[in-house]
T-cell receptor, first 110, second 112 residues
Framework: GENVEQHPSTLSVQEGDSAVIKCTYS??????FPWYKQELGKRPQLIID?????GEKKDQRIAVTLNKTAKHFSLHITETQPEDSAVYFC?????????FGKGTRLHILP | NAGVTQTPKFQVLKTGQSMTLQCAQD?????MYWYRQDPGMGLRLIYY???????DKGEVPNGYNVSRLNKREFSLRLESAAPSQTSVYFC???????????FGSGTRLTVV
């Protein structure tokens, strides 16, 4: 089955700097890669997603890149703000189910 | 438009007790899912239902059963609760093709 590895588990960046979270997946047939943000005590919320026929996607300060050959995908957050502090999950989908990474806790330092 | 509704929000069970977690969605989504979330473990898929009338095991199905009652409702049952099932449980649903999940607000279950 699919296995998704996510790094780092914790990340601290200065406000205004960029943050990068990296994931790898094992199943080459996976074709959809969403990213979710979860604030403390809240439900996960989709922030951006990418399909396997696209190499990069951007939405304001957030971008995702996908390298299908290497089975890597990454989340980039630029000009980080205090409200970006949360846990971020990457995921990969094959067929009907989505498998999540273990999450990255992002701290934005003042 | 409530999205995905889970009940209850909190529950404490004694070891060996049974209970059913309820989930309902009003977005006419075909697919529904149950995940559990434990510290440092991310979200792990318990069971899913790709469409009404079908259910399949996920990554961690042992100790659980599910019922897709109709297109709107997907319940998760613990027949004999164990302390290892202490967790936050999330239900999610998605459209058949796009697969973007909408999560419920979660059920925090403690088994003592």
């Amino acid at each position: 089955g699919e296995n998704v590895e996510q790094h780092p588990s914790t990340l601290s960046v200065q406000e205004g700097d960029s943050a990068v979270i990296k994931c790898t997946y094992s199943d080459s047939a996976s074709n959809y890669f969403p990213w979710y943000k979860q604030e403390l005590g809240k439900r996960p919320q989709l922030i951006i997603d990418i399909r396997s026929n696209v190499g990069e996607k951007k939405d304001q300060r957030i971008a995702v890149t996908l390298n299908k050959t290497a089975k890597h995908f990454s989340l980039h957050i630029t000009e980080t703000q205090p409200e970006d502090s949360a846990v971020y999950f990457c995921a990969a989908r094959r067929d009907d189910k989505i498998i999540f990474g273990k999450g990255t806790r992002l701290h934005i330092l003042p | 438009n409530a999205g995905v509704t889970q009940t209850p929000k909190f529950q404490v069970l004694k070891t060996g007790q049974s209970m059913t977690l309820q989930c309902a969605q009003d977005m006419n989504h075909n697919s529904m899912y149950w995940y559990r979330q434990d510290p440092g473990m991310g979200l792990r898929l318990i069971y899913y239902s790709a469409s009404e009338g079908t259910t399949d095991k996920g990554e961690v199905p042992n100790g659980y059963n599910v019922s897709r009652l109709n297109k709107r409702e997907f319940s998760l049952r613990l027949e004999s609760a164990a302390p290892s099932q202490t967790s936050v449980y999330f239900c999610a649903s998605s459209e058949a093709l796009i697969r973007r999940y909408t999560f419920g607000s979660g059920t925090r279950l403690t088994v003592v």
